[in-house]
């Protein structure tokens, strides 16, 4: 409270110019005290006007007031000064380089609290006191301070610009509405706000209205991303245990076939050994007959040679050594064989069926537009080659698995379960999903172009078999002048420009599976047929040809 009444003392008794203590303090007729050294400096910069003003209120004064020292004044200050308290302001009232100054303020200046637009000055705490106590000017518009103040100045009038010009789209004063601009639409610069002021929070509107439907969709994107880890965390997780169960299940067998071929080893050793010293034991048999023949046959006694010799020639039955069957080290060999087809089976299901195992794109964003430029496109392209165990026997493949030939007579293909039996027809060993693009250029007749899921039945002639004809399929024919598209046997005729080269574009997750007509060198990209609709499974590209006709995914990177 002491403090309050203290920073009071200082206020009253200050300088509104030089905003210390007064000094010689002196009282102009309109009851505002200044230094009489301030007061002097401020209306001698004011005498080539001849009118002089108070610098709080601008209250005119002609001619110059003479002004005496007001001795009471001077006293109050002399007894503030004995209290050892100093007017000046804090440091951080004073204007800054950043800060707008006080233009009433003389030496060091104060920052300006209000700006006034009628009088286009910037006015500190201490000089802005008029605008709330004088009654004129308390009708001045007041706003934040304002380095540009003299912006609202017209340059040719040296007038405030409170008209606004339509025609010309510029703020104006009112000399100008007579002048310059004489015969425009003028308003004033209040009604050009206000309806400049509906057409911003009309803005404004639809800004925050953006803000919240960016909002949503970035909530629906969080949601996204943690659907997408939660279900890619589950699909390693789980895929962690079906791999330990196919290696458990793999070591298991290795285990079980190293356990039978152990046993059959110790069996046949076993047996091998038993049948050995069986021999053995014959050999030292032999061999001792052999020596006690041997021994009567150096008898020289015949009668102790007969007597002896019935006993000693009588053989026991030999071993059966006939009946041992001696293989050249190709004991194991078979077990060797099965497990390098059962490797060769395993691989075989894996090098098919990883493209579906592979993760396929995810797409987290928000479904994006169809490219309209191939090299849009092109940012999709696919890398494409033809399955040969998908294909008729009539089609020749070549470059690289990309080409296919009608050769109108069998070629030498190995049976497949895969294969198509009775239409000239083949699949792509990729599984297209995610967004994909690609190209094919044909030649001779006829050529469909066409995606199908894997499941599209193969053997018969029936429309369960035939690219187009069943609910599994899709296919632009491409017949020498003219198209038409084929889905679940129902023809659409298109219209379009004849090209040799067609482009696809599949979108997998939006449904969308769309041809083009590609021109030459221009590169134009001319719509030919879309269709929307939910795949289920993943796609394969297919063609089918008619006789000499050709079909060829195009290199595009």
């Known amino acids: 409270m002491a403090q309050k009444r203290v920073q009071l003392d200082r206020e009253t008794f200050s300088c509104s110019i030089c905003m210390d203590l007064l000094k010689d303090p002196v009282t102009t007729s309109c009851g505002h005290s200044y230094c009489m050294k301030c007061i002097k400096a401020h209306w001698d910069g004011e005498d080539e006007k001849k009118i002089h003003s108070c610098p709080q209120c601008r209250q005119s004064f002609k001619p110059r007031p003479f002004l005496l020292k007001n001795t009471m004044l001077a006293a109050l200050v002399e007894e503030l000064k004995k209290t050892g308290l100093q007017a000046a302001p804090a440091d951080h009232c004073y204007a800054g380089a950043e800060d707008v100054a006080c233009d009433v303020c003389t030496g060091r200046t104060l ?68 002048d310059g601009h004489k015969g425009h639409d003028t308003v004033s610069a209040a009604a050009e706000r206000t309806e400049r002021q509906r057409e911003l929070e009309g803005s404004r509107q639809n800004i925050q209205q953006r803000i919240q439907d960016r909002e949503k969709e970035v909530k629906l994107l969080q949601q996204e991303v943690e659907a997408v880890n939660g279900s890619a965390d589950k699909a390693v997780e789980d ?57 009567l046959s150096h008898t020289e006694d015949h009668n102790q040679f007969l007597h002896s010799y019935p006993s000693l020639s009588a053989l026991s039955e030999p071993t059966h050594s006939s009946s041992i069957n001696i293989r050249p080290l190709s004991y194991f060999e078979d077990v060797t064989a099965a497990l390098s087809a059962v490797r060769d089976k395993l691989q075989d299901v894996l090098r098919e069926e990883w493209t579906n195992v592979s993760p396929t794109e995810v ?51 190995s049976s497949h379960l895969d294969r198509f039996t009775n239409y000239p027809q083949v699949l792509s060993r ?43 399929s899709w296919a632009l024919y491409c017949y020498k002048k003219s198209y038409s598209f084929l889905y679940n046997n129902i023809h659409t005729p298109v219209s379009g420009p004849q090209s040799s080269r067609v482009g696809v574009y599949l979108d997998h997750r939006a449904g969308i599976l769309s041809f083009y007509s590609r021109g030459g060198i221009s590169e134009t990209m001319t719509l030919l047929h879309r269709v929307q ?25």
């Open 533 to 557: 609709i939910t795949f289920t499974q993943p796609l394969h590209a297919g063609f089918w040809l008619c006789y000499k006709s050709t079909a060829e995914f195009c290199k595009l990177k």
């Open 430 to 472: 990729e599984s297209l999903t995610g967004r994909c693009y690609w190209e094919v250029e044909r030649r001779g007749g006829e050529v469909h172009v066409a995606v199908a899921y894997k499941n599209i039945s193969r053997a018969g002639g029936g429309g369960e078999c035939r690219f187009g004809l069943n609910d599994k």
């Open 111 to 178: 920052r300006a609290c209000k700006s006034c637009l009628q009088c286009l000055a910037s006015y500190c705490d201490q000089h802005l006191q008029g605008h709330y106590n004088v009654a004129p000017l308390k009708k001045h518009k007041l706003v934040e301070p304002s380095k540009k103040l003299q912006e609202n100045n017209c340059s040719r009038h040296d007038e405030v610009m409170r008209m606004f010009c339509r025609t010309d789209q510029q703020c104006i004063c009112y000399l100008c509405t007579v």
């Open 239 to 295: 895929s962690e245990k079906m791999f330990t169960e196919l290696i458990r299940l793999m070591e298991k067998r290795s285990s079980d076939v190293k356990q039978q071929v152990r046993s059959q080893q110790k069996s046949e050793v076993s047996r091998v050994k038993e049948l050995q010293e069986k021999l053995e034991q014959e050999m030292a048999e032999l061999k001792r007959r052999d020596a006690e023949l041997k021994l």
């Open 363 to 413: 797409d987290v964003l928000l479904s994006a537009a169809e490219p309209t430029t191939r090299a849009g496109f092109l940012q999709y392209s696919q890398e494409i080659t033809l399955d040969p165990n998908t294909a008729d026997t009539l089609l020749l493949l070549s470059e690289g698995s990309r080409k296919a030939t009608n050769m109108g007579q069998p070629q030498s293909y």
